[in-house]
């Protein structure tokens, strides 16, 4: 049920990208990089709990590849709250064109689909 809410929320999110690309651009550049991190930690942290999540569900090879991917995912997220890779991204971010946001919104939706349907 948590899962399908947080899948409605990206969907919602990546529409919002493929909608608006510039404003969210004027977003990013009017938070804080400690706010950004924060946000990016998040999110690093929802993407491995559902990895480590349908590993369990599951058996074989492939549970045990996302099991050690959300492990891996949650070890990374906590480097980039503390590092200068979370500034890295954020100035990656935005040189980014409108295009380039708007495909990352599509994987938004993607993602926060497959969130939906995972069952």
């Not at 599509?106 to 069952?119: A, N, S, V």
Request: glycine share 10%.
């Amino acid at each position: 049920m948590l899962l399908q809410i947080l899948g409605y929320f990206w969907v919602l999110c990546g529409i919002y990208i493929i909608l608006k690309p510039k404003a969210l651009l004027r977003k990013i550049q009017k938070k804080g990089v400690r706010k950004l991190r924060k946000i990016l930690l998040i999110v690093g942290i929802t993407l491995a709990w559902v990895l480590i999540s349908s590993g369990i569900k599951h058996s074989g090879v492939l549970s045990i590849i996302l099991l050690i991917t959300g492990v891996i995912a949650i070890i990374k997220s906590m480097m980039i709250l503390h590092g200068k890779t979370s500034e890295k991204l954020i100035d990656w971010s935005l040189k980014l064109s409108p295009n380039m946001l708007r495909l990352g919104g599509l994987i938004y939706i993607i993602i926060g689909l497959i969130f939906i349907y995972r069952e």
